[in-house]
């Protein structure tokens, strides 16, 4: 059921209940409630998968990200502890539906200049961010450029995510690994990134008000003359 169904955004109540936003191509403001009990099963499989990565300790405490597949359907989890008037608490699961295919980077609408110079193999080390508000394709357009560095350029990347949205991994083009890391780790991880064969492109997704992972990324961007560091933020314009 899920996969024949467009969105970008849904979230799941504990009874079943749904929202979704971008149905069938639509604006993504238009919310669409779905009758109760039609997303009970999926519920219930992220419950699962949650307890799981839990008890692994992939994922710890509340208000989790993680990814997660469906009926064929790749998106990132985010839970959520919401208390009703009843003052009984309960967790609501909002999906965003991931990318399944990486768009060609010369497709994205940069100008002819910019793209050059982004794919240049003399840019090669330095700090590279991508930002904007949500939904304005700043991971696509991150992981659009990845492939395509990496396709022509050669070498392999590293990514540290939380939790890994774009399908980096496992291409034929190009050698990419993606790791899920929490906020709490990722300092340490980009610290020890020139560890893993020194990677010529290394991704951090979405990097939020984290002083050390802001500093890592400068002074790893600093450190290398053979690494581009590419970093995703929101920001308003």
């Known amino acids: 059921m899920l996969n024949k169904i467009k969105f970008s955004d849904l979230w799941l109540e504990s009874d079943g209940t749904a929202c979704i936003k971008g149905a069938g191509g ?55 502890s919401s208390f009703e008037k009843s003052n009984d608490e309960k967790v609501v699961y909002f999906l965003r539906r991931n990318v399944e295919n990486i768009p060609n980077f010369h497709t994205l609408g940069y100008s002819k200049v910019l793209a050059q110079w982004l794919l240049s193999p003399k840019n ?30 050669g070498g392999h990347g590293v990514g540290f995510e939380d939790p890994p949205e774009m399908p980096l991994t496992g291409q034929k083009e190009f050698d990419f690994y993606q790791s899920q890391v929490t906020s709490q780790n990722m300092g340490r991880a980009i610290k020890n990134s020139f560890r893993l064969a020194a990677p010529n492109i290394l991704l951090i997704g979405e990097l939020r008000n984290e002083a050390e992972v802001a500093r890592e990324a400068i002074n790893t961007a600093l450190s290398s003359d053979s690494m581009l560091v590419v970093i995703t933020m929101h920001a308003a314009n």
Do not use: W
């Open 26 to 80: 639509g604006s993504a403001e238009d919310v669409h409630k779905v009758p109760k009990e039609s997303f009970q099963e999926l519920y219930e499989a992220i419950v699962e998968e949650e307890k799981e990565l839990l008890e692994k300790g992939e994922i710890s405490g509340k208000d989790n990200s993680f990814r997660m597949s469906y009926q064929g359907v790749s998106f990132r989890v985010s839970g959520l």
């Open 124 to 153: 090669k080390n330095g700090l590279l961010v991508f930002c904007g508000s949500q939904v304005t394709g700043k991971t696509t357009s991150a992981a659009s450029l990845i492939a395509a560095r990496l396709t022509e350029l």
